[in-house]
């Protein structure tokens, strides 16, 4: 078990720009989370999937963010077109199960800021 | 949607003080966790709680669930105590409440 695991750690990027996050979640969890965290606030719920399907986004999540989960194991967030409210973490996080009765594992989180 | 508030919002503590942490839930949830959040952004599980007492070393949980609330409780804090304390209840996924940020001085 290496816990979740997220890439790029930190990602500076102008204005306009598009970004690609990617989270490997705990192996054979079946559930994986994205969540945005900014300073001073607790973190905030993007979408989340079921194996391969996205089962809920939050309204939070423009139609300039996309996430995928292709085969039900690593997922990526890409944002287009970046704006400087996009400056955020990025937080991945996996759990086992169907539903609220296992623990749920956060990665250490990807930094980002717009410039 | 369902509301999460903790208190205190900030702690300040001297070295081997106690303390109590509080989260309110404003409807029924299907479990409950304890994280701290290190400096460096890591959100580190603490207690993985919907109902009952734990404990672990120097903390302890009780979430009372009927009440709609639990408590975390630092006994003989340290320094490396230090961080933002974030209770999160699950629904269809965590939601988290407003933190207390805890500071202890040695």
């Known amino acids: 078990d290496t816990g979740v695991s997220q890439d790029p750690r930190h990602k500076i990027t102008k204005r306009g720009q598009n970004v690609t996050f990617r989270c490997d979640p705990i192996?054979?969890?079946?559930?994986l989370y994205w969540y945005r965290q900014t300073l001073g606030q607790g973190p905030e719920f993007l979408t989340y999937?079921?194996?391969?399907?996205?089962?809920?986004k939050s309204r939070l999540l423009s139609d300039r963010f996309s996430a995928e989960r292709p085969k039900g194991s690593f997922s990526t967030l890409e944002i287009q077109r970046t704006e400087q409210g996009d400056s955020a973490m990025y937080l991945c996080?996996?759990?086992?199960?169907?539903?609220?009765?296992?623990?749920?594992?956060f990665g250490e989180g990807s930094w980002l800021t717009v410039v | 949607g369902i509301q999460v508030e903790q208190s205190p919002p900030d702690l300040i503590l001297q070295e081997g003080a106690n303390s109590t942490l509080r989260c309110n839930f404003s409807?029924?949830?299907?479990?409950l966790q304890w994280f701290h959040q290190n400096p460096w952004g890591q959100l580190i599980n603490l207690f993985y709680?919907?109902?009952g007492t734990k404990q672990n070393g120097r903390l302890s949980a009780t979430t009372v669930a009927t009440e709609r609330y639990s408590l975390l409780y630092i006994s003989s804090s340290q320094t490396t105590d230090s961080g933002v304390y974030f209770c999160a209840v699950y629904t269809d996924k965590l939601i988290f409440g407003t933190g207390t940020r805890l500071q202890v001085f040695p």
């Open positions: 999937f079921q194996n391969e399907a996205q089962l809920e």
């Open positions: 709680i919907p109902s």
């Open positions: 192996s054979e969890h079946n559930r």
């Open positions: 409807d029924s949830v299907n479990n």
């Open positions: 996080a996996s759990s086992a199960g169907m539903g609220g009765g296992n623990t749920i594992y």
